[in-house]
């Protein structure tokens, strides 16, 4: 029998630092819109597992990501959130980079010759588009998005998500470690107890999570007779949720602030601009989500109480828990 996680493992910070440089630094992770960098000289900043980074359209077209960090004393090249610059220069003491990342000027600092060359530059992260969504990983390395996709991509393609519009972002903080909402996402055993909605929509004696492959999951279920829920639901490892319908998608990502906090950033992508149509798809999510954030930060609580030890996981319905706890155990461990 499979069991469940040691719970200090959602809770203890040394581990959480693991997890940042074995996982989340190796993974091709889902960053923002590609609407969002549309633009010469547009950019987004922000963190990801606390890893502060920035991609930007360059002059000419190209997209390219930086870890948002100044090599002098660590100043931010970009304040977090989104717009258009010009050029790279540190806003705290005005180092300047091209577009490259390398150090074009240090401003008023002395004799530069003595720097080394890690001194000069920014340090770059790899950057790629699928889909409308723009990826980034911050350790570079020659595996391109598309080939570490995998199947995943023949099946997001029966769905006409090239039709689709990034129309709204929703992001809400969770007080659990960040895999205590993936554990939830990846089963349908609660379905029936905590999503009455849900329950209605979907024909639950069909429900299936299967992993196919290494690098996903998906989830399958028949709805009842006139509901309007039917798609396709993906998991990507280790972060992100693909909801996928015939008119438009949710895409969930789940980041950790920290050990004991998780953002969780819902990005609406719709074939629709109609108003009505993008005010249902967030209503629709948002109830699903209130009743997943209240059975976690619940959740959260009893792994921090030491009242639990680590239980059994279903063969039948928690296979993909087993899956992503087992590949993440393995990842962690193996970079110590």
Not at 67 to 83: D, K, Q, S, T
Not at 226 to 241: I, K, V
Not at 280 to 299: G, K, W, Y
């Amino acid at each position: 029998m499979v069991v469940a996680l040691d719970p200090h493992l959602y809770r203890d910070p040394d581990w959480y630092r693991r997890e940042r440089f074995s996982v989340w630094s190796d993974q091709w992770l889902m960053f923002c819109a590609e609407s969002e960098v549309a633009t010469d000289g547009s950019y987004v900043a922000a963190e990801i597992a606390d890893f502060p980074v920035v991609v930007a359209r360059r002059p000419g077209g190209e997209l390219v990501g930086f870890l948002n960090v100044c090599p002098h004393r660590a100043g931010p090249i970009l304040w977090p959130g989104e717009g258009t610059t010009g050029n790279l220069v540190c806003r705290y003491h005005g180092w300047a980079f091209n577009w490259n990342g390398e150090l074009v000027s240090a401003r008023d600092f002395g004799d530069a010759a003595d720097l080394c060359p890690e001194q000069r530059a920014l340090t770059t992260i790899d950057v790629s588009v699928w889909c409308g969504m723009v990826f980034i990983r911050i350790r570079q390395h020659s595996t391109p998005l598309i080939e570490d996709l995998g199947g995943l991509v023949e099946v997001v393609d029966r769905f006409p998500v090239s039709e689709f519009g990034f129309v709204r972002r929703m992001t809400r903080t969770l007080e659990c470690n960040w895999k205590t909402y993936v554990d939830n996402y990846l089963e349908g055993y609660h379905v029936q107890l905590i999503h009455p909605s849900l329950t209605r929509a979907l024909d639950m004696r069909t429900y299936r999570v299967e992993v196919p492959e290494d690098g996903y999951c998906h989830h399958t279920c028949d709805t009842t007779e006139g509901s309007p829920s039917g798609g396709a639901w993906l998991f990507r490892y280790p972060n992100l949720a693909l909801n996928i319908y015939a008119d438009g998608m949710n895409v969930e990502r789940i980041i950790p602030v920290g050990e004991t906090r998780t953002h969780v950033v819902y990005d609406y992508y719709s074939a629709s601009s109609a108003e009505s149509d993008i005010e249902s798809m967030l209503t629709m999510s948002n109830v699903v989500l209130d009743e997943d954030q209240a059975m976690c930060e619940q959740v959260q609580r009893s792994l921090d109480s030491g009242a639990y030890v680590g239980g059994p996981l279903s063969p039948k319905h928690e296979i993909a828990v087993a899956w992503f706890q087992e590949r993440l155990l393995r990842e962690a461990t193996s970079a110590s």
